[in-house]
């Protein structure tokens, strides 16, 4: 599968991802220790580089954080006080819970962060392997309610797309998410959401669900996982939506899904009458829509359950009234 934003491989099938993520993070027999730099001091207290294992090949997240400020004092961005923790957050292209610290290979880190710019962002990508894209940041992306504009972060160089592994007792996913566009959880081993999704499982509550406002669908796909006989995916932000068709293909074979079909195509970046943007027939019968969720019920039937995982700080009170025709709506 082609990458939507750089035309190379960034999609892997869910199962290669999931085959290979034991092997993808751990340091090798020769690899040096962590060089454990200090995150508080000044750039001026840390050594100038940190060298790569001369066996893999693979860097430690210090020594790529290091060049990259290094690199940012080159364009006078930052200083000889600034330290580690200033160069932003780095978010490794697949997230998974990980009990030590990762080596990276090439491509393998996207940053996140401010005080960037685009020529510095550009350097980075260009003369820093493991840097595979550099995000400037803007706030939460995503569509914080219908009243107010969506807001995206900026990709200032390089591609944005990477994945989380979803981890649940019913299996597991890998969401694939334009990580400008959508915001950014971070993997953890106790994801609430997860554990909530879980009880309602135990309960026999996941056959008929809609994920109402689904981003990249990660609640969704862990339903589908669960045995659930009909998803319903709904998001008004179309990155939302194309992520979630993205995440169909992706996971295709983990999900039991013969066919996929794209029966309409979206008229607007922020989608008001639901759009049926993608299809799949399987083991589950699964919708897409690109709309309102205040507007899903004129046109997808109501289901036994309705998830509605909103922004923090959403007014939620008009999307539960919307979904009074499920027989429960549960907000996450
Ligand atoms: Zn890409
Ligand atoms: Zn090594």
Redesign the pocket.
């Known amino acids: 599968m082609k990458c939507p934003v750089c035309g190379k491989g960034c999609i892997q099938p869910a199962r290669e991802v999931l085959a290979g993520i034991e092997q993808r993070y751990p340091?090798?027999s020769?690899?040096a220790p962590e060089p454990n730099l200090d995150k508080t001091k000044g750039s001026k207290h840390l050594p100038k580089r940190v060298e790569r294992?001369p066996?893999?090949g693979?860097a430690t997240l210090d020594a790529v954080m290091l060049d990259a400020l290094r690199l940012l004092q080159q364009f006078g961005l930052r200083d000889e006080n600034d330290t580690l923790r200033s160069v932003g957050s780095p978010l490794i292209e697949v997230g998974y819970p990980l009990a030590y610290s990762p080596?990276l290979g090439p491509r393998s880190l996207i940053l996140y962060g401010s005080g960037y710019s685009k020529k510095a962002a550009e350097a980075m990508v260009e003369r820093i392997p493991e840097i595979k894209g550099v995000i400037l940041n803007r706030g939460v992306a995503g569509i914080a309610d219908m009243e107010s504009r969506p807001l995206e972060n900026l990709l200032l160089a390089g591609c944005d797309m990477r994945a989380d592994i979803s981890q649940s007792l019913f299996g597991e996913a890998v969401v694939y998410k334009r990580q400008s566009r959508i915001h950014i959880e971070f993997s953890r081993q106790s994801a609430p959401k997860m554990r909530i999704l879980e009880q309602l499982y135990l309960q026999g509550k996941l056959r008929d669900v809609v994920d109402g406002l689904c981003g990249p669908g990660t609640l969704g796909l862990m339903c589908v996982l669960a045995g659930a006989r009909r998803v319903v995916f709904n998001d008004a932000w179309l990155e939302s939506v194309q992520n979630v068709l993205l995440n169909l293909e992706a996971n295709r074979s983990l999900l039991g899904i013969d066919e996929i079909e794209y029966p309409e195509s979206a008229k607007s970046e922020v989608g008001i009458e639901p759009v049926l943007v993608g299809r799949a027939h399987g083991a589950c019968e699964i919708e897409v829509y690109h709309g309102d969720l205040r507007r899903l019920f004129s046109r997808a039937k109501p289901a036994g359950l309705c998830l509605i995982d909103h922004f923090p700080g959403a007014k939620t009170a008009e999307m539960e009234e919307a979904c009074r025709c499920c027989n429960e709506a549960v907000i996450i």
């Open positions: 340091a090798c020769a690899c294992c066996s893999c693979k080596r």
